[in-house]
């Protein structure tokens, strides 16, 4: 049993992720302190990209098991 623990998604529009993008799971996990376990933002492009202190950023179509070049 996982209890007491923060796991956060947030969906983004943009195909490109920046810092600023990050910001919201960053205040998150300073919040939340050592309940945080992970943060994933997804977004609209085609990377999968560790941004440290168990964030990251994936894209959205690997919900679904697919590279973003297969999508039609």
């Known amino acids: 049993m996982i209890a007491n623990c923060v796991v956060c998604v947030e969906v983004k529009a943009s195909a490109t992720v920046k810092a600023s993008d990050l910001r ?19 977004y609209d492009g085609s990377e999968t ?22 999508q039609v």
């Open 24 to 42: 919201g799971l960053k205040k998150l996990a300073s919040l939340a302190g050592s309940q945080f376990k992970m943060g994933v933002l997804l």
């Open 49 to 70: 990209m560790p941004h440290g202190d168990g964030i990251w950023a994936a894209p959205v179509s690997t919900l679904w098991g697919m590279e973003k070049s297969n």
